[in-house]
């Protein structure tokens, strides 16, 4: 039977659990949502990295016209690096490698290493992500949904995304499956009156975005399914699933 279990934040992963699972990882504000409009905005790949200095030993890779380097360390814009916020992207990022240092969600990327497959996922991809896991999982094989949070605490927006999972996976799945408590919650919450936007508004990260005004990029992630396109993370890239890998990293 297959069993959906919902992690709350990044710290809670445990590397050996993961192994021979299908893992699905949410970071709604911001990160997993840059990642997903990077790909449509026509970036070559992502590859999330644990920090600034991995950012920049890396690029070392790659001829500078190959790639663009994206990130915040605790919400702040690092040095030299572009924002990673969707809106100020669009324009910087096609036929690139976009190498992408956050303070959450890449790390919960690379701790998600060992899993079978890790997709990163979001609200405008989730519908997609989830019929994609749906389609690959084998019999016994566990759905875990990584809630990235924020340093060390649970995040409304996450906890959320993972109750839009949910729900797609309970249209989706065919067979009997059993969900922890924190996904039956976080079903609930999805489930609640409050829309999308006026609930990530609510939450610490979304205040901080609107606060230095991005809302913009707020309304765009807050939007349900309406992105058709996979992002997989493997051989340390994120790419639309299916798609020829491309750039000079052989790593």
């Not at 990260?205 to 005004?213: N, R, T």
Request: with cysteine.
């Amino acid at each position: 039977m297959t069993h959906i279990h919902v992690l709350l934040k990044k710290e809670e992963i445990e590397p050996d659990k993961l192994k021979g699972e299908a893992v699905i990882v949410l970071d709604v504000l911001l990160a997993t949502s840059t990642i997903a409009l990077a790909l449509s905005y026509g970036a070559k790949a992502v590859i999330p990295v644990l920090s600034d200095i991995d950012a920049h030993r890396l690029s070392a890779q790659y001829h500078p016209d190959e790639f663009v380097l994206v990130g915040e360390k605790e919400g702040r814009v690092i040095d030299g690096f572009l924002p990673p916020n969707p809106s100020l992207l669009k324009s910087y990022v096609k036929d690139k490698i976009v190498i992408l240092a956050t303070t959450n969600g890449t790390v919960a990327l690379n701790r998600s290493i060992g899993a079978e497959i890790i997709y990163p996922a979001c609200l405008r991809n989730g519908e997609a992500v989830t019929r994609d896991v749906v389609s690959h999982l084998k019999p016994g094989q566990k759905i875990i949904i990584v809630c990235s949070g924020s340093s060390n605490q649970f995040c409304l927006e996450d906890f959320y995304g993972a109750g839009y999972l949910i729900s797609c996976l309970r249209d989706q799945l065919r067979g009997p499956f059993t969900i922890n408590d924190a996904g039956l919650a976080a079903e609930v919450l999805f489930h609640s009156n409050a829309g999308a936007y006026d609930l990530l508004i609510q939450s610490a990260v979304g205040e901080f975005i609107l606060s230095h005004g991005f809302e913009e990029d707020v309304i765009e992630v807050v939007e349900l399914g309406v992105d058709h396109v996979v992002p997989i993370y493997q051989n340390k890239q994120i790419t639309k699933k299916g798609a020829v890998r491309s750039g000079t990293n052989k790593a």
